[in-house]
């Protein structure tokens, strides 16, 4: 018998080479009892690990190969004090040292040396490499301290079973040391992949974390393809001269327990005030909070409120609630937006804490769908924040419950084929420009699919890309798929624990200077901790700047009293014009919006959860439009679907819709319920799905459904098993979508000021949303040196036919390489000694390196005062001479140069089309005319229409546009086939086209290719509703 | 861990070809074939593997460090024996300590 104690798996963090899984079902296929993990200085795997021992029935055993002041070392929890204690010795490693450079002193091994067996280590262990270089004595000393730490009965000296050159004299040596210290030895094969074969992958991993290729000799390559999870009579026969080292590995083995628990949920205690317990507390502050939601209590909200407790405190939540409830006071105190999401918005309790804005009673939402005895699931309440200010939120959570008791969540960053491609790709000797050439066609796909997308995709099979010379780059990306990278910071997530973290969870610094556990939020969920998701939200920001303006104007605006059923808002949302509104501007949507026809908020909460893979590959879209229209009866294959579906006119539509159904027909249980909807959100996999199938079908078939008729159910459920947003979700959203609908139809200057100032944010680029806001009457005015602000403002215009006008004036911070620090300077510096009387004055008040000077006059800032660019720019250099000069501007500033000096020459400025790709390049955008504007005469000359003229043709015209196109996608499709959307926009507007798959084949090498140009399309015209649509033919870069 | 060059120097005097090697029952090296006559092998000191430049095909070698009777410390190698690279069977001489 033997048991491998010293295993690295992809946590390891490019040094190991094969998945948890791969090692846990070969150390089951050798028939091991135990297994160890130990990855470098963490235990981010241990979890995962768990849950795989726990499905092969071997025992697990955690630890982590810890970088110390003596070395590696090999620590192996023994029970679940040591596993904290390792922990603990993690954290101080990590903490207490530069990121990145993990350390643990003795004194910190002294003290939390309980629990935990020691082992000396690899060859790179202080013990190992000082034999090796034949300093016995500091060897001796180093083990002797390390006995006297762990004790002699639980440290042992690390046999070395890889077969390198000196293994043999130094194994003797480390057993000679051994009997003299009275320690024993341990025999491991340091394993970094589950088979031999698995070597290469490993090597070359090695040489992707060293920044080396193959052809290059490095200390970290492993010499030979020993470290692979080999047989016991292989061990044994590594080990023959020292057989007590295999038989110690049992031994250990069997004093080491399964450390972790797993499912348990463990909840922070709320600080609750007087004589109150939690769960009184909490029904206190939700009686307050229904008086004021509600007024006087019907029945039936008392009711539902009080039912919604019960379940709260029977499961032991309140603590739970009460936490997301303090801090959304906190964020209303301190004045900060917010927006309860997903399905929190089910829970009234929840509406009357003020956590979400929908009223789950009045929409009839499920409270089962959040938490029900019967899945006794944690709750997962998201909120949402402007994103300015949640980590104010952040701060707030971690000062009321301690430093101890909070860390950020973590995440990993994992090789797809991108990541694979560059990194793998550098260690295989591949020239640069070909990766790059391939990474930046390759589309979002799994590093285990490149291959694969090099048929599929057009632009990749165009690219003339030899596969055979990839064929290694490949077969290595396809083995790492998924491995992690390295760890990072979860956006948003916290975990929040009763127990000090470091019970649970090493804490160390991320890139970003948070705290962050070693866990990510599955893990953090499997460990029954609770998280809060405290979420940046764009769009809130882009609404309280809004609102913030609007407010200067009309001090009574009040964003939460907007009107749900302002007509002028559906009249144009029915429009399709969205760009900008949150959820609703996606090309998909704004289709959709024309197709609809929207009169309420009812219909854009279902806007918000059709426009989804889960209803588009369910094939909903089309039945929900036609059956909304009066176009078609709405039918049910079974009269049990009717209470279920009659709202969404008996389409599935929502995630609750799919459980309600496999209740109602298949008569399935909670945990049943549970199962599938876990198979549909987090597995997705076809297999689990077709197995779930069979069992929905066999009990539906109980419940004296026919089988036809319980396939065709299931099939739709099967359809929608892609992501499709929960009821309660979309209604959250959908409140916000409107509300931003809203704005941007009475306060368009505003609201895309507001947008603008946070971008990048929404679906389009800052030039789209300038055209857009163009194309509403407002004017986009320059960047002004004297006027602009950081952000982007609204400036009022002199009124024309007694309306008032509003223009958006560029911020500063569009300006490519302008500094945070002359952000804040530059208004500064105005509002201290007054407004900028020249480039020379800016230049001698201003300390801004030259690039930006340049940027600022060629995007036009100085025009206001110095009209000619190219002159400016000339004469930079003179007056940057000049700007030494100490004091404020003379009174002569008014000129470029004093008197004495001579004047510029004579430059004829720069053509309105140079002034204009010199705008475009220092703002990504222009103030001035589209680009399309500038060869409009030329294209009109050639036939080819502008997208407004494309757009009033007859059904079925075939026409040629041309234009800037935006943002092609292929989003999931029912049939599985490519379909590709984009825009094409010029000066008139954007008209949407599609590209079905067979004109995508020919030209998607065009549409996603790098650089994208403008381009001339050629096909039909369609109509649908409100909307005209290209149905594209061919397409062609545009030649003018 | 640096990587074998069959060509290095190493204050010993080098010889490569193939070699006739004779095995024991553990399948050791117990005597070698070396210009005409048997060496019998005392001791094993070292073994290791070498899997070499596997990108380029090569395959994995097993090493051996010996001594032999006449008091000579001989390293020779194996290659073809299942490695991670595949190839030509047979032992070689790699080094002789001088």
Known sequence: MFVHLHVHTPFSFLDGASSIKALVSRAAALGMTALAITDHDNVSGAVRFQKACQETGIRPIQGAEVTTSLGHLTLLARDQRGYANLCRILTQAHMGHPRGQPEADLETLAQYHEGLFALSGCRRGYISSHILRGELAEAQEAARRLRDIFGSAHFFLELEGNLLPGSQSLNQALVDLAAALGVGVVGTANVHYAEKSDFPVHDILTCARTLTKLEDVHPERRLNAQNYLAPEEEMARVFARHPEAVANTVRIAEQCEPVLTLGRPTFPAFPVPGDETAASFLRQLVWQGARKRYGTLRPEVAQRLQKELDIITTLGYEDYFLLVWDVVRFARARGIRYSGRGSAADSAVAYCLGITEVDAIRRGLLFERFLSLERAEKPDIDVDFDARYRDDVSAYVYQKYGRDHVAAVATYNTFQARSAVRDLGKALDIPAEELDFLARRLPYVGADDIAGAMDRFPELRHSRIPQWKFQRLFDTARAVANFPRHLATHLGGLVISRDPIVNFSPLQMSAKGQVICQFDKDDVEDLGLVKLDLLSLRALSAVEDAVATIQRRRPGFDYDAIPLDDKATYRMLNQGQTIGVFQLESPAQRALQGRLGAENLEDIIDSVAIIRPGPIKGNMVEPFLARRRGEEPVSYLHPKLKPILEKTYGVVLFQEQVIEIATAIAGFSPGDADRLRRVMTHARSPADMAEIGRYFVQRAVEQGVSEKEAGTIFSYIAGYASYGFCEAHAAAFGVTAYKTAYLVRHYPAQFYAAVLSNEPMGYYSPDIICDEARRRGVTILPVDINRSEAAFTTEELPARGGRVRYGIRIGLKQVKGITAHLLLAIPAERKARGPFLSLADFARRINAPRDVLENLVACGAFDSLHPNRRAMLWSLPEILARAGQPGPGRPDSQRLFPPAAAPPPQIADFSSYERFMKEWEVLGLSPGPHFMAFFRRALAGRGILTTKEAGYRPQGTYVQVAGLPVRPHRPPTRSGRTIVYLSLEDETGMLDVTVFEHVYQRYGHILFGYPLPPLLISGSIEHRSNLAMLLADAIAPLDV | ?98
Do not use: C, N
Request: hydrophobic content about 40%; aromatic content about 14%.
């Open chain 2, 1 to 98: 861990m640096k990587r074998h060059d069959a060509s290095a120097p190493g204050g010993a005097s080098a010889g490569r070809g193939p070699l006739q090697v004779r095995l024991d029952a553990d399948g050791q090296p117990a005597g070698l074939f070396w210009q005409g006559r048997w060496q019998r092998v005392v001791r094993v000191l070292e073994t290791w593997h070498d899997t070499g430049q596997w990108w380029d095909g090569e395959e994995e070698k097993v090493f051996y460090r010996v001594v032999l009777a006449s008091g000579a410390v001989w390293e020779i190698y194996r290659s073809g024996s299942g490695g991670v690279g595949a190839g030509e069977a047979g032992w070689h001489l790699y080094r002789i300590y001088d």
